[in-house]
């Protein structure tokens, strides 16, 4: 079937991409759903870092790619050997698919799925192969979803079935932004009752981390370095919100402390900030090269501990029952995350506003 997406041909144009253009929306070609695949027409996707990070190419991939991993959308069509989904059913669609079956399947989340993550590196289905195409040539999906589009085919392992009362706007931020910052506290830090829990960084999956505390009953302190975050993250809910350099003067510290935003110094701030015998969890993605520095001997003599934590450790299909019950219940108001909505056709307008600190999550429409 033809398909409108937004596909990135060339990564590392400079900003701004309003101007430079990486991301071309044009017609392509989808193929039908095979084994375990479905047929998704997507109903909105977020615009997450991980989008950023390949286009200004932080995060190399194969390209010609088409964009976008954080989605809601209907199933329109089921492959052979789909069973437990069918027609009609809101989806939530999710960045690593776990095949359920590999080492990595068995550690409850602790560790990425490796069949999903290599499907993922070499921008292909969990089973193997693309299903896009532009005159022929193939296009390389991303993470497994490539959401910039109207439609998608995605692998059965890609997708989380919600009811219909999960609107589109909040079953598409379940996806990633929850799963990675609700995750970095439910799974990761597992702050215990009446512990305080620190967000350094206050992009999307921050504010998540900073919603999913608040619903937990935690005291939540956000840190991050614009003024225009730290209004926003007591506006979601931050009972405190610092600088960076406030926490340094203050000497401020916190049994969890989660670091969300993808550098090494909100790493290095992070680590400072966590008390002794605390826990740093990063979920941030820096550049590959990107280093920090802490101490070991802290680490020993303060006796903390350093947890990584990709996807929030999050096992979709056990994790996103849990947000929904909390939004059910007027506890996580995972709306409040969603700065505005844009058409696909200014996706790279878009990609400004997120490099630039101006917004937490937007949402393309397809209308």
Not at 59 to 77: C, D, K, Q, S, Y
Not at 122 to 142: F, N, P, T, V, W
Not at 198 to 216: E, I, R
Request: include cysteine; proline fraction near 7%.
């Amino acid at each position: 079937m033809k398909i409108t997406g937004a596909v990135l041909d060339e990564a590392g144009r400079p900003a701004p991409f309003a101007s430079s253009r990486p991301l071309t929306v044009q017609e392509l070609d989808l193929a039908a759903p095979g084994h375990a695949e479905l047929l998704v027409r997507i109903e909105t996707a977020g615009i997450c870092h991980s989008d950023l990070s390949v286009v200004d190419g932080k995060r190399p991939r194969p390209t010609p790619m088409l964009l976008g991993h954080e989605a809601a959308g209907i199933v329109e069509e089921v492959g052979p050997g789909v069973s437990a989904l069918s027609v009609g059913d809101r989806v939530v669609m999710t960045f690593l698919p776990r095949c359920g079956h590999c080492a990595g399947c068995a550690t409850d989340g602790r560790l990425p799925c490796e069949v999903g993550s290599a499907a993922n590196a070499a921008g292909e289905l969990l089973d193997g192969g693309r299903r896009l195409s532009r005159g022929g040539e193939h296009i390389a999906h991303h993470l497994g979803v490539s959401a910039f589009a109207t439609h998608a085919v995605v692998n059965q392992a890609s997708v989380v079935r919600v009811d219909h009362d999960v609107p589109p706007d909040v079953a598409a931020l379940l996806g990633c932004a929850v799963l990675t910052g609700g995750g970095a506290v439910l799974n990761a830090g597992r702050p215990a009752p009446g512990e305080t829990v620190m967000v350094v960084g206050l992009g999307g999956v921050g504010m998540a981390a900073v919603l999913v505390a608040k619903a937990l009953g935690h005291h939540v302190v956000g840190v991050d370095a614009l003024d225009s975050k730290l209004a926003e993250g007591l506006q979601l809910g931050a009972d405190e919100v610092l600088t960076p350099e406030q926490v340094v003067a203050s000497a401020v510290r916190a049994p969890v402390v989660i670091e969300a935003a993808g550098h090494p110094r909100a790493f290095e701030t992070a680590f400072a900030a966590t008390a002794p015998g605390g826990r740093t969890v990063t979920v941030g993605l820096p550049a590959p090269g990107a280093r920090a520095e802490i101490s070991p001997l802290v680490l020993t003599a303060e006796a903390r501990t350093v947890i990584g934590s990709y996807l929030g450790s999050s096992v979709p299909a056990r994790d996103i029952p849990v947000y929904v019950d909390l939004w059910r219940q007027g506890r996580l108001p995972i709306e409040k995350l969603v700065s505005r909505v844009v058409p696909l056709a200014d996706v790279n307008a878009a990609m400004d506003a997120l490099a630039q600190g101006q917004v937490i999550r937007q949402l393309l429409s397809f209308d």
